[in-house]
């Protein structure tokens, strides 16, 4: 089973540089997630969505923009990279019951210069 | 103030120690409680729920203090291969503008040593 699979695995961007995030899951799950991890700073949610077609704000949502339009594709977008944005990114997706637990992607490193 | 607090460490302890992460939350309506497991540049994985009653899986048993708002994570025996980062996490009420949030602590760093 391919669970939650992100790409690319790693990108290295120059600062103002645009990309996508790719996350697909094959659970059928609801929900899903865009997180960013730093050192001591544990994960932060980015945007996240419950459902195909919709999609809210999380804590740091500021120069990212995310698309839902189909429920196994959840994508995350840097319109301009800035050096701020290197981080380790995860993505995860969870069905709406409340005692199922979430599955994470394997990561995506991103260094912005 | 943060959804989760935790105690972020690192906790260093020999094999076979006794070893307790606790983590608190701030919303006294919260649902569900988790603890996952994160290696070193990996994902984090899901180590166990936690209910009400408390449960045991093992060498790990997981409590929940709904009158204190907290939740707790006893290792018991620790193995090296149980070193990593402990994240706690908690989901919000499903209404609203919190419909579908999970929200993390930072998580507790681990080391066992022989």
């Known amino acids: 089973n391919a669970g939650v699979t992100q790409t690319p695995k790693f990108r290295v961007l120059k600062t103002g540089q645009s990309m996508t995030l790719l996350c697909a899951q094959d659970?059928?799950?609801?929900?899903m997630y865009w997180y960013r991890q730093d050192p001591g700073m544990g994960l932060r949610l980015i945007h996240y969505?419950?459902?195909?077609?919709?999609?809210a704000k999380g804590e740091v949502p500021d120069g990212y923009n995310v698309s839902r339009l189909k429920k196994q594709n959840f994508l995350l977008g840097l319109e301009s990279a800035a050096p701020s944005q290197t981080s380790v990114y995860f993505c995860?997706?969870?069905?709406?019951?409340?005692?199922?637990?979430?599955?994470f992607g394997q990561g995506t490193r991103l260094t912005v210069v | 103030r943060k959804e989760v607090e935790q105690d972020p460490g690192p906790f260093n302890v020999p094999e076979g120690a006794t070893v307790a992460f606790n983590c608190t939350y701030s919303?006294?309506?919260?649902?569900?409680f988790f603890w996952y497991r994160q290696d070193c540049r990996k994902e984090p994985k899901l180590l166990m729920s936690?209910?009400?009653s408390g449960n045991e899986d093992g060498r790990f048993t997981a409590q929940l203090n709904r009158a204190s708002q907290y939740i707790s994570l006893l290792i018991r025996d620790s193995k090296l291969s149980d070193s990593a980062t402990y994240l706690c996490?908690?989901?919000?009420?499903?209404?609203?503008?919190?419909?579908?949030?999970?929200?993390f602590g930072r998580g507790t760093q681990l080391t066992v040593w022989p």
């Open positions: 936690v209910y009400s």
């Open positions: 659970m059928n799950h609801e929900y």
């Open positions: 995860a997706s969870k069905t709406p019951l409340l005692n199922t637990e979430a599955f």
């Open positions: 919303n006294s309506a919260s649902q569900s």
């Open positions: 996490v908690v989901i919000s009420p499903s209404r609203g503008s919190t419909l579908g949030r999970l929200y």
């Open positions: 969505s419950v459902g195909e077609g919709t999609t």
